[in-house]
């Protein structure tokens, strides 16, 4: 290829066009499917392909395959793919043999050993020649459509998925019916409402769906019951997962130790049937609830409405995709009442002409006509005092067809079913006229014929609710427990020669609190370093609203204050001051009491060092005066004397009498 310098100024200006152009071809041409039928272009071309060939009965894939070739420049593989994935949808496609399984992930047979025909639903809605804008295939051999003219919402009944270059689509399917029932809101200006409807069922919580654009997101979860005690059943999967993939998200949790399970058991046939055997006294609400936090049981699901509309792609909500179809709808049902109005028109004209032409024995005029232009000019003349009696003028065309009436046909001619036919005809042209005039009203009757006729057996499959998420610390099986080696100042569920502080998860985190006034979180591991001596090494849990007591000296020889605070709010593994952060701080006196009452109630006995004039050298302490406030606090003051230690008060001390 050589570089032309008046089309690209620099070697970068070249790639950056032809990249252009390569990421245009994929968007239009690849991935992303159009508005108004809801296909990418190789759906359109087997489609296309299989209804050129149709003839009610089955065809081997590989033979729709090679036919489709004629229109799609790519190999036979993706076609095949697309095929099956078609098929697999289960509603353009009537498919035969071994078309894999989307529950279990199962894939198809060979193309040569599979069969697909059209449904009757596709022939309704799909095909239509007389409206369809023709192109080119890439070849220049063939004619394809530029789009199909879908009388349906396609695009939002199969759902599509779809990678391009600098931009993704992802349309979840929504329920057959639901989508009929909400086109004809849309007719009728009544507002309504779309959620995703999966084939795999399950329970859906939609709360922040947000019309299917960037940002949105849908739950799913699988429907899990209690078969019996110890056994948890598992019959309908998530959206997006399939039972294998399911079940070796639930084996790598319980080896983790998320979750206990004895052993998992795989019955799926047609429909999905996974039982979770429950160990010993193992709780099946909270092991349930430990399958929607750690595994595919749970699943998020982020959709992405994009479209090609004129050429460029856009992102539509499910609502505007909806409307917008619908409307296309009407446009093309009016199309083909104007089409089918011109055919009556053009029917009803020759009926009548024929009847004129035979009754009035006008065909015996042309008996001594020598040339071609005589017969036309003698047929035209016998027409002459009936023409007022036609919708239209009488053209050379129409005198043609006249002379090529068989002599059979005229004379077996009957007037009286020539008038009938006539009659009916025109009837047809009043009742399609009628609907022209009414267009919003009979799209709203095709609709309800359309779902009549093709909504059974389409109920909704996935359920909506809504639901909290899981907090996965609280679901998670207590399988470690924390050790603690304080004199080397190390803490972890992997030292099991140390002494033993709490059972807990690998999910946990930490809180140290040391003698020198720091307190930090981190995440629990086989073996953490928390500080020489700690003072407390726990498990921090969140739900637990725990109140700290401590008295303690600023600096090395500073005053003794003393605080109650809560920990509130932390960022793992950063080092908090309890005390103001003076050198040489250091605890004197720490607690820990699960309600404000127990913290209140303390009372410790502070016994000062003896010094010149001092009398009292034993003075209460009372928690109670002192105000519970945020870890940061300094703190009240207690004195500012040296002290030589601080004890609990007896339950019988009286400050009164002293000590």
Known sequence: MTHDPDQHASLGAMYSDYFLDYASYVILERAVPHLYDGLKPVQRRILHAMDEIDDGRYNKVAGIVGNTMNYHPHGDQSIGAAIVQLGQKELLIDTQGNWGNTLTGDGAAAPRYIEARLTKFAIDVVFNPKTTEWLSSYDGRRKEPDTLPVKFPLLLAQGVEGIAVGLACKILPHNFNELIEAAIAVLREQPFTLLPDFPTGGIMDANEYRDGLRGG???????????????????????????????????????KGKIKIAKIEDNTAANADILVYLPPGADAENTRDALYAFTDCELSISPNACVIVDGKPQFLGVS?????????????????????????????????????????????????????????????????????????????????????????????????????????????????????????????????????????????RTEILSFDRVDRTQVVALTETLYLDAKNGFAGYGLKKEEPVERCSTLDDIITFTQDGKMRVMKIAEKVFVGQRPLRVAILRKDEDLIYSMVYRDGRDGAILAKRFRVGGITRDKEYELTKGTPGSRILYFAVHKTEEESAAQMLLVHLKSALRMRNLIRPLHFSEFGIKGRSSAGNLVTKHAIEKIIRAPKDYDPTLGA
């Open 217 to 255: 997101k849908v739950r799913v979860r699988a429907r899990i019951s209690t078969e019996k005690k110890g056994i948890l059943r598992i019959t309908e999967i998530p959206f997006g997962t399939t039972t294998g993939g399911l079940m070796d998200s639930i084996v790598a949790m319980a080896d």
């Open 320 to 460: 505007e995709i909806l409307r917008r179809t619908t409307f296309q709808t009407r446009e093309l049902l009016k199309r083909e009442l104007e089409i089918r109005l011109g055919e009556l028109g053009e029917k009803w004209h020759f009926s009548s002409l024929e009847k004129i032409f035979i009754e009035n024995r006008i065909y015996r005029d042309i008996e001594e006509a020598e040339t071609w232009e005589a017969v036309i000019q003698a047929i035209d003349d016998g027409l002459k005092p009936f023409k007022k009696l036609l919708k239209r003028e009488v053209t050379q065309d129409d005198i043609v067809r006249l002379t090529e009436i068989k002599i059979k046909r005229i004379s077996k001619f009957d007037a009286f079913k020539a008038d009938e036919e006539i009659r009916g005809l025109e009837k047809s042209i009043e009742e399609t006229e009628k609907n022209l005039r009414n267009l919003t009203r009979y799209t709203i009757r095709w609709y309800e014929e359309l779902q009549k006729k093709y909504g059974k057996d389409r109920e909704r």
